[in-house]
């Protein structure tokens, strides 16, 4: 199978011209006569773009290599702007297996002989179809009798065989690309696919995917903003995950919204503001913000609520990376661009040795002109790109947590201005980070950190006058201790002086004798 599979790939990149971009001084000596032999391969596809005959190799090579390219798509700081630029059209739809096998899935999942046990009115038919999972609507029978509205996601059966063969043939393409191409060293092709490895075979694990959906829930718990469906935590499992069905308008449907009468302007703005409170709040943020996973509740339109799900990919911030990250964006905000240098270096993102004035002035270089514009018309995910492009150039490590962070603000942003090309981004975020940064630094934040640390101070009270009493203890015993080191020394050095003088009159004895017996 990997042979054959490797055919297809081979076949698929010559038939996409993707080798005629590569430029002939990176490639391998055999891949030359490699062309002659299979002429009839040859770039089918001349009228389009690069960006486009990459979208549609990937494409073609199934849902595996379509997760990919949209992983790629986000990695802007490997890839040039027209390629991730198409990769974003990637659709992740591919034809639903058999509804039966669904049923029988869900069946040995829950450990029941028929699904009517725990499910009415299941439909055969799914819901939704992608790449790793299928969706199934059903009535559940709780604990209690009463039924309930869900849908049931079930993982494609066989799948992680699929992506175990295809993420080997990744590992061996990364290998050659590491080796004979002279930018593989910086393009680090090899760690890309580990992430990538990492991040979708965490999506094959449903119990992780409601966990994270259980968290977010919590979070935004009787928000106005953002609304998550229940998990069914008992009725999940690796494979299978139940939960509440939800009634909405896709958040990209705008003409719908339109219809409801949505203040689309508030909804915008709200996206921004979910986006921030789960950053610099929660640092617990959904990561695949994309709008086939965001929908728009009908209910309250002059107060529109988002509803989310997929939670399969999330991405976290601890509490440096959220302070350098909020500091950086008010310093960028105040155009103070030594401020965002220094703040690059404090932080480990880029090395401690970085001359600061060369690396302000290519921040200013990035950012200066874009104040020059009416802020309606600055892309703020953009110019977030360009930073950390331009950070690249100094050496910048790249760090996952800011990956996940750009795409989701990318998403974000595509969004709202979407929804409302008006959006100012800046104007929404600056408040909020400002009251932010207060919050971490001011007397309110002395004040959390002792309401914080209260009962861990009041549990260990009682064990001070002992923990000083052993302190002290401690000290007279380092202290007599000391004492008798000091003595010894004192000892070892008086024997050894008296050592030297015995040694010396003996010699003088000895020197004497010789004097006299001559």
């Given at each position: 199978?990997?042979?054959?599979?490797?055919?297809?790939?081979?076949?698929?990149?010559?038939?996409?011209?993707?080798?005629?971009?590569?430029?002939?001084?990176?490639?391998?000596?055999?891949?030359?006569?490699?062309?002659?032999?299979?002429?009839?391969?040859?770039?089918?596809?001349?009228?389009?773009?690069?960006?486009?005959?990459?979208?549609?190799?990937?494409?073609?090579?199934?849902?595996?290599?379509?997760?990919?390219?949209?992983?790629?798509?986000?990695?802007?700081?490997?890839?040039?702007?027209?390629?991730?630029?198409?990769?974003?059209?990637?659709?992740?739809?591919?034809?639903?297996?058999?509804?039966?096998?669904?049923?029988?899935?869900?069946?040995?999942?829950?450990?029941?002989?028929?699904?009517?046990?725990?499910?009415?009115?299941?439909?055969?038919?799914?819901?939704?179809?992608?790449?790793?999972?299928?969706?199934?609507?059903?009535?559940?029978?709780?604990?209690?009798?009463?039924?309930?509205?869900?849908?049931?996601?079930?993982?494609?059966?066989?799948?992680?065989?699929?992506?175990?063969?295809?993420?080997?043939?990744?590992?061996?393409?990364?290998?050659?690309?590491?080796?004979?191409?002279?930018?593989?060293k910086r393009l680090r092709p090899r760690e890309v696919i580990e992430e990538y490895k990492?991040?979708?075979?965490?999506?094959?694990?449903?119990?992780?995917?409601?966990?994270?959906?259980?968290?977010?829930?919590?979070?935004?718990?009787?928000?106005?903003?953002?609304?998550?469906?229940?998990?069914?935590?008992?009725?999940?499992?690796?494979?299978?995950?139940?939960?509440?069905?939800?009634?909405?308008?896709?958040?990209?449907?705008?003409?719908?919204?339109?219809?409801?009468?949505?203040?689309?302007?508030?909804?915008?703005?709200?996206?921004?503001?979910?986006?921030?409170?789960?950053?610099?709040?929660?640092?617990?943020?959904?990561?695949?913000?994309?709008?086939?996973?965001?929908?728009?509740?009908?209910?309250?339109?002059?107060?529109?609520?988002?509803?989310?799900?997929?939670?399969?990919?999330?991405?976290?911030?601890?509490?440096?990376?959220?302070?350098?990250?909020?500091?950086?964006?008010?310093?960028?905000?105040?155009?103070?661009?030594?401020?965002?240098?220094?703040?690059?270096?404090?932080?480990?993102?880029?090395?401690?040795?970085?001359?600061?004035?060369?690396?302000?002035?290519?921040?200013?270089?990035?950012?200066?002109?874009?104040?020059?514009?009416?802020?309606?018309?600055?892309?703020?995910?953009?110019?977030?790109?360009?930073?950390?492009?331009?950070?690249?150039?100094?050496?910048?490590?790249?760090?996952?947590?800011?990956?996940?962070?750009?795409?989701?603000?990318?998403?974000?942003?595509?969004?709202?201005?979407?929804?409302?090309?008006?959006?100012?981004?800046?104007?929404?975020?600056?408040?909020?980070?400002?009251?932010?940064?207060?919050?971490?630094?001011?007397?309110?934040?002395?004040?959390?950190?002792?309401?914080?640390?209260?009962?861990?101070?009041?549990?260990?009270?009682?064990?001070?006058?002992?923990?000083?009493?052993?302190?002290?203890?401690?000290?007279?015993?380092?202290?007599?201790?000391?004492?008798?080191?000091?003595?010894?020394?004192?000892?070892?050095?008086?024997?050894?002086?008296?050592?030297?003088?015995?040694?010396?009159?003996?010699?003088?004895?000895?020197?004497?004798?010789?004097?006299?017996?001559?």
């Amino acid at each position: 199978m990997r042979i054959t599979r490797l055919i297809k790939i081979t076949k698929t990149f010559f038939q996409y011209g993707l080798d005629e971009l590569i430029p002939p001084m990176w490639l391998p000596w055999y891949v030359t006569p490699l062309r002659t032999m299979i002429f009839w391969w040859r770039n089918k596809h001349p009228d389009k773009t690069r960006g486009q005959r990459i979208r549609l190799a990937l494409q073609e090579l199934g849902p595996v290599w379509v997760k990919f390219g949209q992983m790629l798509s986000t990695r802007r700081d490997l890839l040039p702007h027209d390629i991730a630029n198409e990769l974003n059209f990637l659709q992740d739809k591919v034809a639903p297996f058999d509804g039966k096998q669904a049923q029988q899935l869900i069946e040995h999942a829950l450990e029941i002989n028929d699904i009517s046990q725990r499910f009415v009115e299941f439909d055969i038919k799914p819901l939704a179809s992608a790449s790793i999972a299928q969706v199934h609507t059903a009535h559940l029978i709780d604990h209690d009798g009463e039924h309930k509205d869900v849908v049931i996601k079930v993982i494609r059966p066989g799948i992680d065989r699929i992506i175990n063969a295809d993420v080997e043939l990744m590992q061996v393409i990364a290998g050659f690309v590491a080796r004979y191409m002279p930018d593989g060293k910086r393009l680090r092709p090899r760690e890309v696919i580990e992430e990538y490895k990492k991040t979708i075979i965490d999506e094959l694990d449903l119990l992780r995917e409601a966990a994270n959906a259980i968290q977010l829930r919590r979070n935004f718990e009787n928000s106005d903003s953002l609304y998550v469906p229940f998990v069914y935590s008992d009725f999940c499992r690796h494979n299978v995950l139940v939960m509440e069905r939800i009634y909405g308008i896709p958040v990209s449907d705008i003409a719908a919204l339109k219809a409801n009468n949505t203040n689309l302007e508030k909804l915008a703005e709200r996206g921004v503001e979910v986006f921030f409170t789960q950053v610099f709040r929660d640092s617990f943020f959904h990561a695949d913000m994309h709008p086939g996973n965001v929908f728009v509740s009908y209910e309250n339109p002059q107060s529109p609520q988002y509803i989310g799900i997929d939670c399969g990919i999330v991405g976290t911030l601890n509490r440096e990376d959220k302070r350098y990250l909020a500091e950086n964006f008010i310093a960028f905000f105040n155009r103070d661009y030594r401020k965002v240098a220094e703040l690059h270096v404090d932080s480990g993102w880029v090395p401690a040795d970085t001359n600061l004035e060369d690396f302000e002035f290519a921040i200013r270089t990035v950012c200066e002109p874009i104040f020059n514009k009416p802020l309606a018309e600055i892309s703020f995910g953009h110019v977030l790109v360009n930073l950390f492009n331009t950070a690249r150039r100094f050496n910048m490590e790249v760090q996952p947590q800011l990956v996940l962070l750009q795409k989701t603000l990318l998403y974000i942003e595509g969004l709202g201005r979407q929804l409302y090309p008006q959006l100012d981004l800046w104007k929404t975020a600056k408040p909020f980070l400002e009251n932010w940064m207060k919050e971490q630094i001011g007397p309110k934040a002395v004040y959390n950190n002792v309401k914080a640390n209260l009962p861990f101070w009041g549990e260990k009270l009682p064990e001070i006058p002992d923990l000083i009493y052993d302190y002290l203890k401690a000290g007279k015993y380092a202290h007599q201790m000391q004492q008798l080191h000091m003595i010894k020394n004192q000892q070892e050095t008086n024997r050894q002086h008296k050592l030297t003088r015995i040694t010396i009159l003996l010699g003088c004895a000895i020197i004497a004798l010789a004097i006299t017996f001559k």
